[in-house]
């Protein structure tokens, strides 16, 4: 049972939500560490940097604040290849930044989310070191070896997502190749090794004991491999010159990824964080949303998981309109809701770009706002900002490794922009870790801050009506009307009306009703007015 605590605060009167439960409803920030504030003057961020930036986040109406990783990390792929999962890496700080940022967190009503990477380690791990060392000793059987194919190749078709074949032979020499459905720096870790959920059970309650209140979950749908190792059955061509991100689609991940196992080896996770009352939350690019309920079934399994189809792709109304309607219907209420994240383009860019894109993505934030679950903004999504324009070389190694001319997601990481002039207040270096073109005013937060009808302001509202009104996340979710691109929702006392469509359309069920909030500014009669083309709207109904 969840308990409501009133809270009044100079943004008016506000719900907060205690108990085991308190992450439904919750409002989540992603910090991209090494983008958002530096404070030593390297032109990486760091934690003092978000700790300084605390403050805002509340303000902005947050209630949890999910950090990317900022272990201890060769930085192969910026933090998602962990050398030492207890430590942080000193281009982010100290252990005691760590601290000081979970005790200032908390002061002020925040949640922290450590983002853990546990699908693979980096191969400077000493666990990696030691498997390559001693091929018979206990770290050998922490990753996934396997025997050459009968032509000596790698021992199956699986691929890496960031190009080439997800294996690597052993530098030790051993003839064994090891597999990693990432970069060759990244080696997958066997997680039908008992010993390998003890080590991650003592790294999850080191950090909840230092003040971690959940866990993001990297690559939450692929720990388990099918013991076979069999050839995924492949759809379509592999061609030369394909992006990898597109090889990879190529085939059907039934053996590498979505195991059945995954669900069953989440419940040692909830066990392991039991006493700590931590919240587990995956990230699950599993299309299959019964797959996905079962990851998040229970008590048993995940308490919640991201659902990531709504920020893939370019503006597809159609789909979104149905991955919310199935999702919200067959996930057990464990969602977690976004359009923008670190590894995609920014949703202003992928939804038309300019006030179209932002049109766009504050119509579908609005209906993620009233469903249930969590729901999740991306730094500097609450400004509007658009595709970072790179000016200098490309960090990712995704695009790096296979050709300067690929998509890159450097896009989605520049730095965020708080201010006017050099490096638009991120950082006093002279250039920051990613060389991107500077933003203008207004889309800083300086600016936006100031002007009341600027898009902070607007995604502001957002947070504080699902913060004052429990009931678009509590009262039973109504389907009133729907059509291929819009929808007519009941939760209480609320209506929730979103026309993603390229036409204005009429509402009756707004007949009488009290506008709460619009997603864009638009005049709004208590008639059967229309709601314009890549609108959403929320409304008291006319008689409570």
């Known amino acids: ?13 506000q719900i907060r939500i205690d108990g085991p439960d308190w992450w439904r409803g919750a409002i989540g920030y992603e910090v991209y560490v090494r983008s958002f504030a530096d404070t030593n003057g390297d032109g990486i961020g760091d934690l003092p940097g978000i700790t300084g930036k605390l403050a805002y986040l509340a303000d902005l109406g947050v209630d949890v604040v999910w950090i990317t990783p900022f272990f201890r990390s060769p930085g192969f792929d910026h933090g998602y290849d962990v050398s030492d999962y207890c430590d942080v890496d000193p281009k982010h700080g100290t252990l005691a930044d760590w601290d000081a940022l979970a005790a200032e967190a908390h002061r002020l009503g925040l949640r922290l989310f450590v983002d853990i990477v546990p699908n693979h380690s980096s191969s400077h791990h000493a666990w990696f ?13 922490y990753y996934l070896w396997r025997d050459p194919a009968p032509d000596g190749g790698p021992p199956n078709n699986w691929v890496s997502h960031f190009g080439g074949p997800a294996w690597t032979l052993d530098p030790g020499g051993s003839g064994q190749y090891y597999c990693h ?61 394909m992006h990898p991100m ?21 419940r040692q996770w909830r066990d392991a964080v039991h006493d700590h009352g931590s919240v587990l939350l995956g990230e699950m690019d599993t299309r299959n949303v019964e797959r996905f309920a079962e990851f998040v079934a229970d008590d048993t399994a995940l308490h919640a998981g991201f659902v990531l189809q709504l920020g893939l792709g370019p503006w597809r109304p159609a789909h979104i309109v149905d991955t919310i309607l199935e999702y919200q219907e067959k996930a057990n209420g464990g969602c977690a809701w976004e359009v923008s994240n670190h590894d995609q383009a920014r949703a202003v860019s992928r939804f038309g770009g300019g006030d179209v894109g932002l049109g766009r993505t504050l119509a579908v934030s609005t209906l993620m706002a009233a469903l249930d679950g969590m729901f999740f903004l991306y730094e500097g999504e609450e ?13 990712d190694p995704m695009s790096a490794r296979n050709g300067e001319g690929l998509w890159t997601r450097d896009v989605a990481r520049g730095p965020m922009p708080w201010t006017t002039g050099p490096l638009n207040g991120f950082s006093q270096a002279a250039t920051a870790w990613i060389d991107t073109a500077p933003l203008p005013p207004d889309l800083t937060v300086e600016h936006q801050q100031a002007d009341p009808t600027s898009t902070w302001h607007r995604y502001h509202a957002l947070s504080m009506l699902r913060r004052t009104y429990p009931e678009l996340w509590q009262a039973p979710f109504e389907l009133l009307h729907h059509t291929d691109t819009a929808l007519v929702i009941r939760r209480g006392s609320l209506l929730v009306v979103g026309n993603l469509g390229p036409d204005a359309m009429q509402t009756p069920e707004l007949a009488g009703a009290t506008l709460l909030f619009q997603s864009r500014d638009q005049a709004f009669s208590d008639g059967e007015a229309p709601l314009v083309a890549g609108e959403s709207t929320v409304v008291v109904r006319a008689g409570g």
């Open 383 to 395: 400004l509007g900002l658009p595709d970072a324009t790179l000016v200098g070389h490309v960090e």
């Open 129 to 141: 070191k030691a498997a390559v060392a001693d091929p018979t000793g206990p770290y050998r059987d």
């Open 1 to 13: 049972m969840q308990a409501l605590t009133t809270t009044r605060t100079g943004s008016g009167l």
């Open 181 to 241: 459905l990432f970069l060759p720096e990244q080696p997958d870790l066997n997680w039908a090794n008992p010993a390998v959920m003890e080590e991650f059970a003592r790294i999850l309650r080191f950090w909840a004991g230092r003040g971690a209140d959940g866990f993001r979950i990297d690559v939450a749908h692929g720990l388990c491999k099918d013991p076979s190792f069999a050839d995924n059955p492949q759809l379509r061509p592999v061609t030369p010159g």
């Open 246 to 266: 597109d090889v990879f689609a190529s085939f059907d991940h039934v053996h590498d990824l979505h195991r059945h196992d995954t669900a069953v080896l989440f």
